[in-house]
T-cell receptor
């Protein structure tokens, strides 16, 4: 089916560490991927996106890696801060279809 | 600039009632999407509208309907509410092209008693 899943429901890190959040997708026809951050009581907030013709994209403190061979997506957060604590979702779509979300990984950052 | 705005923020209804949720997209955005998010889950796609036309529909019963107005705002209607309809309803807007990021509002928290 067209589902997006995450490997771990929770991830706990220390402030200053690098965090890696993983996501596996099942639709090999998906050509666009997004990472969202959702804080309690808020809607998902865009972090970074990547298209299928790329395998890496960097933003401010974040990097997304795409491995199409094994249908794997990851989000790396450098120097994780307490404000990064939230639920992180990966989402995928195939051109012309809806954005499909995975179940989310809760990132907890302790200082 | 204002982001996506949704109203109301919270709503309590009883089984069998009907509810209307409202969404105003970011200025310049022509597409609105609706998602349902049950506690502990990722958002699930309900509808997408572009230029007042339905572009896509998720796996939801006919009790769910939506429309988009000439000013690109949108309403989501749910009839004959069930307890299982209790969720956070999220609206997102985009320019309307293919493979675009969605900008989400803070949602309407619906509780059905």
């Amino acid at each position: 089916g067209e589902s997006v899943g995450l490997h771990l429901p929770t991830l706990s890190v220390q402030e200053g560490d690098n965090s890696i959040i993983n996501c596996a997708y099942s639709n090999s026809a998906s050509d666009y991927f997004i990472w969202y951050k959702q804080e309690s009581g808020k809607g998902p907030q865009f972090i970074i996106d990547i298209r299928s013709n790329m395998d890496k994209r960097q933003g401010q403190r974040v990097t997304v890696l795409l491995n199409k061979t094994v249908k794997h997506l990851s989000l790396q957060i450098a120097a994780t801060q307490p404000g990064d604590s939230a639920v992180y979702f990966c989402a995928e779509n195939q051109a012309g279809t809806a954005l499909i979300f995975g179940k989310g990984t809760t990132l907890s950052v302790s200082s | 600039d204002a982001g996506v705005t949704q109203s109301p923020t919270h709503l309590i209804k009883t089984r069998g009632q009907q509810v209307t949720l409202r969404c105003s997209p970011i200025s310049g955005h022509k597409s609105v999407s609706w998602y349902q998010q049950v506690l502990g889950q990722g958002p699930q796609f309900i509808f997408q509208y572009y230029e007042k036309e339905e572009r896509g529909r998720g796996n939801f019963p006919d009790r769910f309907s939506a429309r988009q107005f000439p000013n690109y705002s949108s309403e989501l209607n749910v009839n004959a509410l069930l307890l299982g309809d209790s969720a956070l309803y999220l609206c997102a807007s985009s320019f309307g092209g293919v493979n675009e990021k969605l900008f989400f509002g803070s949602g309407t928290q619906l509780s059905v008693l």
